[in-house]
């Protein structure tokens, strides 16, 4: 089974504290992503990688960056987290290729909680 | 792009068959039907997908109508366990990301 694993669930975290969230995939995938999740606006892409050291941007990058020096590990970053990034969230992964049979594969979450 | 439309809301008994519709008139030739799920707090869950021709796994089944218009997901014996937010998505070319509707809430009742 494909294993994508958040390495934080719960965070509580300051308002200008640097804030780094850790993914990392087991089944060789090319693609990652990191999305948030708020209520009544559903999943929102933030930035996605299909390759090392390649990144582009979501919908909604601004607040955040991202790392990716190896191929099973993507990190986010807020530089400077701010009360309006508490949110959940999740890193996910696919298989290379445009072929949109691909399966896009989910972590557990992170709940980022910015006071 | 083309979206989905999902009644909010649900209720099924334990051990009946749950079926869940899913409206995507736009859908374009080459575009996929996927469901996933998401129990409270946790990941969504890949559940199907499929493009035209119906599927089943080990989780459940896809049915897509010939027109491709609209499709159902059928969970053929419920459990408690599948009390879930199913979301209905059809595939984005190119850019490789997923767009979540809103999604059905589905209660499994004891």
């Known amino acids: ?115 | 792009d083309a979206k989905t439309t999902q009644p909010p809301s649900m209720d099924c008994a334990e051990g009946r068959a749950a079926n869940l519709p899913c409206n995507h008139s736009t859908i374009s030739g080459n575009e996929y039907v996927y469901w996933y799920r998401q129990i409270h707090s946790q990941g969504p869950q890949y559940i199907i997908h499929g493009l035209k021709n119906n599927e089943t796994n080990e989780m459940a089944s896809l049915i897509i109508t010939e027109d491709r218009k609209s499709s159902t997901l059928i969970l053929p014996h419920a459990t408690l366990r599948d009390t879930a937010v199913y979301y209905c998505i059809v595939r984005i070319q190119g850019a490789q990301k997923l767009v979540f509707g809103q999604g059905t809430r589905l209660t499994i009742n004891p």
């Open chain 1, 1 to 115: 089974d494909v294993k994508v694993t958040q390495s934080s669930r719960y965070l509580v975290k300051r308002t200008g504290e640097k804030v780094f969230l850790e993914c990392v995939q087991d089944m060789d995938h090319e693609n990652m992503f990191w999305y948030r999740q708020d209520p009544g606006l559903g999943l929102r892409l933030i930035y996605f990688s299909y390759d090392v050291k390649m990144k582009e941007k979501g919908d909604i990058p601004e607040g955040y960056s991202v790392s990716r020096e190896k191929k099973e590990r993507f990190s986010l970053i807020l530089e400077s987290a701010s009360t309006n990034q508490t949110s959940m969230y999740l890193c996910a992964s696919t298989p290379g290729g445009q072929g949109a049979g691909n399966t896009i594969y989910f972590g557990e979450g992170s709940w980022l909680t910015v006071v």
